[in-house]
């Protein structure tokens, strides 16, 4: 007899649930001899649950995917840091850049995400030390948070780094606008961005339909709305495959496919 397919979890519950896929993700990698990059606190964090989800759920070009997004934005944080050394990561989720990568001791970290997501991974966390100067700030990013990155000391008249990994596509459109507004405004000129995006097409694919809310298909067009020029490149692409993400999609013109964007941009004066 078939087994029912189980019910997809609401929303509120998978979303949170998606950092602890990435850390699995980011666990199976560091396992590899040839991985991309080694992350020794991702098996921790991750659980059971969600090396079951990995298994049964994603395709190895998913896994890929992660593997290459997390080397890519490693890149671009460690090279940006050396011209900015605050540094903001948004939906931080199970992150752990703060503790596995070698920053100089300037360099001020602040990870945002949801209160219970942070009290989470500051538990399984506690016998470690960041190798910067680590805040960890708890908010809601739907609604006002400016004020709680300013009372920790962000300065918004030097340059900093901002990094959006695996968030818009789980925000609405207008979500996404408000969101780069306010990051536009806390941003001085000579400052980075990273992210990455889905297109319209994307947010139909399993197994995260239902979850994706938005798409944009020019990310160019929607970061020069904000004062950001931008370089936005596909998985496959030379400079983001690594030798692991192999399916060189065709050029963005071809319409019609599903895509998915590694943006890094730069705020103009």
């Given at each position: 007899m078939?087994?029912p397919?189980?019910a997809?979890?609401d929303?509120?519950?998978?979303?949170?649930?998606?950092a602890r896929l990435m850390?699995?993700m980011?666990?199976?990698e560091t396992?590899r001899t040839?991985?991309?990059?080694?992350?020794p606190?991702?098996?921790c964090?991750a659980g059971?649950?969600?090396?079951?989800?990995v298994?049964?759920q994603?395709?190895?070009q998913?896994?890929a995917?992660?593997?290459?997004?997390?080397?890519?934005f490693d890149d671009?944080?460690?090279?940006q840091?050396?011209k900015?050394?605050?540094?903001?990561?948004?939906?931080?989720?199970?992150?752990?850049r703060a503790?596995r990568?070698?920053w100089s001791?300037?360099?001020?970290?602040?990870?945002?995400?949801q209160?219970?997501?942070?009290?989470t991974k500051?538990a399984i966390?506690q016998?470690?030390?960041?190798?910067?100067?680590h805040?960890?700030i708890?908010a809601d990013?739907?609604?006002p948070w400016?004020?709680?990155?300013l009372?920790?000391?962000?300065q918004?008249t030097?340059?900093?780094?901002?990094?959006l990994e695996?968030?818009?596509m789980?925000?609405t459109?207008?979500q996404v606008?408000q969101l780069?507004q306010?990051?536009?405004?806390?941003?001085t000129?000579?400052?980075?961005?990273?992210?990455?995006?889905?297109?319209?097409?994307?947010?139909?694919?399993?197994?995260y339909k239902g979850?994706?809310?938005s798409?944009?298909?020019?990310p160019?067009?929607?970061?020069a709305e904000?004062?950001w020029?931008?370089?936005?490149?596909?998985?496959?692409d030379?400079?983001?495959?690594f030798?692991?993400y192999t399916d060189k999609?065709?050029?963005?013109?071809v319409?019609?496919?599903?895509?998915?964007?590694l943006?890094?941009?730069?705020?103009?004066?």
């Amino acid at each position: 007899m078939t087994q029912p397919v189980p019910a997809k979890p609401d929303p509120d519950k998978f979303v949170p649930f998606t950092a602890r896929l990435m850390a699995a993700m980011r666990a199976k990698e560091t396992e590899r001899t040839d991985r991309l990059f080694n992350d020794p606190f991702a098996h921790c964090l991750a659980g059971k649950e969600a090396f079951t989800f990995v298994e049964q759920q994603l395709k190895e070009q998913d896994r890929a995917y992660i593997a290459v997004r997390t080397h890519f934005f490693d890149d671009f944080l460690l090279t940006q840091s050396e011209k900015a050394n605050q540094i903001v990561i948004l939906a931080s989720g199970m992150d752990t850049r703060a503790y596995r990568l070698t920053w100089s001791s300037e360099t001020k970290i602040y990870e945002l995400d949801q209160p219970q997501v942070l009290e989470t991974k500051t538990a399984i966390l506690q016998n470690a030390r960041p190798k910067s100067q680590h805040y960890a700030i708890s908010a809601d990013l739907t609604q006002p948070w400016s004020h709680l990155l300013l009372e920790q000391g962000y300065q918004p008249t030097l340059p900093s780094v901002w990094l959006l990994e695996g968030l818009l596509m789980y925000l609405t459109e207008p979500q996404v606008h408000q969101l780069l507004q306010t990051i536009s405004q806390l941003a001085t000129a000579d400052s980075y961005l990273g992210l990455d995006l889905v297109n319209i097409r994307s947010i139909e694919y399993e197994p995260y339909k239902g979850y994706f809310r938005s798409g944009f298909d020019e990310p160019e067009e929607l970061l020069a709305e904000y004062g950001w020029k931008a370089e936005v490149i596909q998985p496959g692409d030379e400079g983001a495959h690594f030798g692991r993400y192999t399916d060189k999609l065709p050029p963005r013109d071809v319409l019609d496919l599903e895509r998915v964007f590694l943006v890094k941009a730069h705020k103009k004066a």
